[in-house]
């Protein structure tokens, strides 16, 4: 849980109040599997925001090899006369598996580089894209705000 500054104003929450927002930083607490994770940035120090959509391609190859490896041995069990469709229908099942494998992990992933150090990085379950803009857009927002009342003083 953040404590804010005297002077310090939440602007915005994400991901279960995970990520949290200020005027003056922005803060992520994670924890999961026994480990613990906060990362606090002043928004003066971000240098660069990215969003990433990744997936992990190996199962999709694999998918694809599964795949055309199934139809090659359907095209040589119809060429005999007796056909045992135990292997046809165990390449199907694991091509199956290699898609499923491949679809669940898919992820957006928010990325916030400082100047220097790690990033601040979190994975957006469940958001639609106009969520994730209205965040990127309300970080980027506050940060150009920071950078003028510093400028000002």
């Known amino acids: 849980m953040l404590t804010l500054f005297s002077n310090e104003q ?24 026994g480990r613990s994770n906060n990362i606090t940035i002043f928004l ?22 599964t795949a055309i490896g199934t ?12 056909t045992d469709r135990t292997a046809i229908n165990g390449l199907f099942a694991v091509t199956i598996l290699f898609f499923l494998l491949w679809w669940f992990s898919r992820k957006h ?16 379950k469940g958001m639609p894209k106009e969520a994730i803009q209205h965040f990127m ?9 920071r950078m003028h009342d510093l400028a000002k003083s």
Not at 23 to 31: A, C, G, S, V, Y
Not at 71 to 82: I, T, W
């Open 109 to 124: 992933i928010i990325s916030i580089y400082p100047d220097g150090g790690r990033p601040l990085e979190f994975q957006v």
């Open 10 to 33: 939440e602007v915005l929450t994400s991901n279960e109040r995970k990520i949290v927002l200020t005027d003056k930083r922005i803060h992520m607490t994670d924890e999961e599997w």
């Open 71 to 82: 139809v090659f041995v359907a095209m040589e069990q119809n060429n005999r006369e007796f």
């Open 137 to 145: 857009d309300t970080l980027q927002l506050t940060k150009a705000q």
């Open 44 to 65: 003066e120090n971000i240098s660069s925001i990215q969003i990433v959509y990744k997936a992990n391609i190996i199962w999709f190859v694999l998918g694809i090899c």
